[in-house]
């Protein structure tokens, strides 16, 4: 069936090196939200991608939306300790499914 | 403006039992979805309501159940517990429906361990 898969599943970083995820998709998105889920915590809402190549900026974060709509990533400069979490892809309309989170990224940071 | 308030936060069940678990979501919002977070299977969408209809349904047997009410207050229910169904169960509210694209705002969530 259909598969929103994010890789890595893990990543360990030292602090101050950057960070990327990636969410690929079997069939063209609609859109894509990302969230980010602290240890012990509920998912928190940080960016939806809506147009094909959109690149959209929140500080050090920054999401980009693939030209054919079926990925995307999310790319972290220079970690801070803050940045520790689980970042999750989101699909709310795909294909003959709804509501899809990808696998997740979990993200450590080694001070 | 609250958030989305999940209740009770933690709570321990035997396998048979049946569990209700509820949700009120931030205020004017009209859209509550239904997520499983296990380590194994990760998040996983169990179902959507809007205006008390049920819109979407995810791949969970028929022993998980919710409605909606008409002030926009949900509940999930789950009967004849298996050891497997301890989770995380998160609940997100959104002020239009979910799968049409809405930012969704989750709750703090209800951990259930069933024994």
């Known amino acids: 069936g259909q598969q929103v898969m994010q890789i890595p599943q893990y990543q360990h970083v030292q602090e101050g090196e950057d960070f990327t995820t990636y969410c690929n998709s079997s069939?063209?998105?609609?859109?894509i939200q990302w969230y980010k889920q602290r240890p012990g915590g509920h998912p928190v809402f940080l960016i939806q991608?809506?147009?094909?190549?959109e690149v959209k900026k929140q500080k050090r974060l920054t999401f980009q939306f693939g030209e054919a709509k079926k990925n995307s990533s999310l790319h972290i400069t220079a970690t801070q300790t803050t940045d520790v979490g689980t970042y999750f892809c989101?699909?709310?309309?795909?294909?003959?499914?709804?509501?899809?989170f990808g696998t997740g990224t979990r993200l450590t940071i080694i001070p | 403006k609250a958030g989305v308030t999940q209740t009770p936060r933690y709570l321990i069940k035997t396998r048979g039992q049946q569990v209700t678990l509820s949700c009120s979501p931030i205020?004017?919002?009209?859209?509550v979805s239904w997520y499983q977070q296990t380590p194994g299977q990760g998040l996983q969408f169990l179902f959507e309501?809007?205006?008390?209809?049920?819109?979407n349904k995810g791949n969970f047997p028929g022993r998980f159940s919710g409605r909606q009410f008409s002030n926009s207050r949900s509940e999930m229910n789950v009967s004849t517990l298996e050891l497997g169904d301890s989770a995380l169960y998160l609940c997100?509210?959104?002020?239009?429906?979910?799968?049409?694209?809405?930012?969704?705002?989750f709750g703090e969530g209800s951990w259930l361990t069933v024994v």
């Open positions: 997100a509210s959104s002020l239009g429906q979910t799968s049409s694209g809405n930012t969704i705002y």
């Open positions: 069939t063209t998105l609609s859109n």
């Open positions: 991608l809506v147009k094909s190549g």
């Open positions: 989101f699909i709310s309309n795909f294909g003959n499914e709804k509501l899809t």
């Open positions: 205020s004017g919002h009209r859209s």
């Open positions: 309501y809007f205006s008390e209809t049920q819109r």
